[in-house]
């Protein structure tokens, strides 16, 4: 992408004297190029559901109107609002009230290999296969699901905070 100092405007032919003045020259070719990446940025993100409606909408009016007409600030200041949530869907959750409230990185103090962790994991593999075993000689069958042995877990786990020593032991070093 070429480096501008400034944003500049294409729309008239005063406009093209500034940007002549100010040693800022900007060539059909600069200008394809930008455009090809918009339309190629389009394409990759149009059917994408957390993507923002109104910037591909804003983007579209850019690729539809006449390249004479393009105002060459208001497409980078498209292309650098593509950029940024392109950049915050990958690196973040897309969604702005997971974003409130969850960080996008971990701990790597915090283990997750806990004794709670794997004890609970066990106990309600074991108890809840074992229910959705005895139930499928029912008809109609029962399942219990995963989000259920979930929300049982939680209070466990919590409860076992509590009670359990916060001791820490090296089994193997």
């Known amino acids: 992408m070429a480096d501008y100092r400034e944003p500049i405007s294409l729309s008239s ?16 070719s600069d200008l394809q190029s930008l455009l090809d990446q918009l339309r190629q940025i389009v394409a990759e993100n149009e059917l994408d559901v957390n993507f923002p409606v109104q910037i591909i909408a804003q983007a579209r009016e850019m690729l539809d109107a006449d390249t004479k007409h393009i105002d060459l600030s208001q497409l980078q200041e498209v292309m ?14 897309p969604y702005p009230e997971v974003r409130a409230v969850v960080d996008p ?7 997750a290999n ?3 962790a794997w004890f609970l994991g066990m106990i ?5 296969t074992g229910v959705n ?4 000689l029912r008809y109609p069958t029962i399942a219990i699901y995963s989000i259920v042995a979930q929300l049982l ?5 919590v409860f076992m905070a509590k009670t359990l020593p916060t001791r820490q032991w090296n089994l193997f070093g």
């Open 13 to 28: 032919h005063s406009d093209k004297e500034k940007a002549d003045a100010t040693g800022t020259k900007i060539d059909e």
């Open 80 to 93: 650098s609002d593509i950029e940024k949530h392109r950049d915050l869907i990958e690196n973040d959750s």
């Open 105 to 111: 990185t971990d701990d790597p103090e915090i283990s």
């Open 114 to 116: 806990t004794f709670r």
């Open 124 to 128: 309600a593999t074991i108890v809840f």
């Open 133 to 136: 075993q005895f139930f499928t």
């Open 153 to 157: 877990s939680y209070p466990c786990g």
